[in-house]
């Protein structure tokens, strides 16, 4: 899942994007309004953390901007004013969930993954084909009720493949997936996760398999 952080706060901001990352998110990280339209313009987001005192205004007068670009996106506003006029005007402005500053990570986490839950949201909660089996939620796998664990990046690759199952996802997608714009990436990276993907998927017992499409992508299918 691919979370759009804007945040402006030199210390918090890649603290919060590092910590999300290690609990399976890609993380963009905007540090003002402009950047993070910008962001919202050039790609797919699944959810945004959305602080509301930036460098160039209030947070809360880009989520009608955001919706647009993208129907539906769930979008979490931060702010350390946390009064009860402050999370009513939040929600009013189209937030879906309202969080004051110091906030607890795991509480976060928490409050993300039930609002990438809901019907509108794209992800089913759980994704499956044959015996492998995806909790989107939980972001956990398994095969045939086994436990599967799996780094972050494999996580992520699965997870899109999965949600596309039977049809080619372009290796921009994949990227897009796996990997923040802030994020260096090796020339052969996309290639060496799909590798590691597949091992722990054939040493697990799962009956599907990973068609690469020379050129264009990857596609998850049921074992032939």
Do not use: W
């Amino acid at each position: 899942m691919r979370i759009l952080l804007v945040e402006d706060d030199r210390d918090l901001g890649p603290l919060v994007a590092d910590n999300l990352r290690r609990d399976g998110f890609a993380v963009d990280l905007a540090p003002s309004l402009a950047d993070a339209l910008a962001l919202a313009e050039a790609g797919a987001f699944d959810a945004v953390v959305l602080d509301r005192r930036l460098p160039d205004g209030e947070g809360l007068s880009i989520v009608v901007p955001l919706h647009r670009l993208q129907p539906g996106l769930p979008i979490l506003a931060l702010t350390a004013r946390d009064t009860t006029r402050d999370r009513i005007d939040g929600l009013n402005a189209g937030a879906d969930d309202y969080m004051g500053k110091p906030f607890d990570h795991g509480e976060l986490v928490a409050r993300l993954r039930a609002l990438l839950r809901r019907p509108r949201d794209m992800l089913a909660p759980v994704l499956t084909l044959g015996l492998l089996s995806f909790d989107g939620a939980r972001m956990e796998a398994s095969v045939a009720g086994a436990p599967l664990s799996l780094p972050r990046r494999e996580r992520a690759l699965l997870q899109v493949l999965l949600r596309n199952a039977g049809k080619v996802v372009q290796k921009y997608a994949a990227l897009d997936a796996l990997y923040g714009l802030d994020e260096a990436v090796e020339p052969n990276a996309l290639e060496a996760v799909v590798s590691r993907l597949r091992r722990r998927l054939t040493e697990a017992g799962a009956d599907v398999e990973i068609v690469t499409v020379r050129g264009v992508g990857y596609m998850m299918r049921g074992a032939t």
